[in-house]
């Protein structure tokens, strides 16, 4: 990867406004990615039980599907950005960006060794996406389609 840091976008998916967290993506610019399932516990929200719990494990063959607690899963967000100097992590909701940071702590004073972070928030709206097999609501995917807007934005606006 060299030095040079990079641009990481996020997904997550949640049990409902302010649940806990059930999957969370972050697929790098070049393309490779993290995907994370946490237990959803007893009591899923009847939106999400509709429209997310029946598409989080729906990701292509080659995408690695983790199960994690929650040592595990700020281990793994560390481990997939070990190396970057200055990682920019960018989403499109600030639940996102507040998910992401509570899946880093795993006890009272202890987080993931991520010593530095840049977030950016953007508005923007993934859908409809030409990101061939797409599925909405799924962490993976809707970080894929992101990944496409904003560097196809960027590609267009110069």
Excluded at 59 to 68: K, L, M, T
Excluded at 111 to 116: E, H, I, L, N, S
Aim: charged share 25%; proline share 8%; aromatic share 10%.
């Amino acid at each position: 990867m060299g030095n040079s840091p990079l641009r990481y976008f996020l997904d997550t998916e949640f049990n409902g406004f302010g649940g806990p967290l059930l999957s969370l993506a972050l697929v790098r610019e070049d393309g490779h990615s993290l995907y994370l399932l946490y237990d959803p516990g007893e009591v899923i929200d009847p939106w999400v039980a509709v429209h997310v719990e029946p598409h989080l494990r729906a990701v292509p063959n080659d995408v690695e599907v983790r199960e994690v607690g929650q040592i595990d899963g700020a281990r793994a967000i560390a481990g997939f950005l070990f190396g970057d100097p200055d990682p920019e992590i960018i989403a499109d909701w600030p639940d996102d960006v507040r998910l992401f940071c509570a899946a880093l702590m795993f006890s009272p004073g202890r987080k993931a060794p991520v010593d530095r972070l840049r977030f950016d928030i953007r508005r923007v709206f993934s859908y409809p996406t030409d990101v061939a097999g797409a599925v909405e609501h799924n962490a993976w995917w809707d970080a894929m389609a992101l990944r496409r807007r904003l560097m196809r934005h960027e590609m267009t606006d110069g």
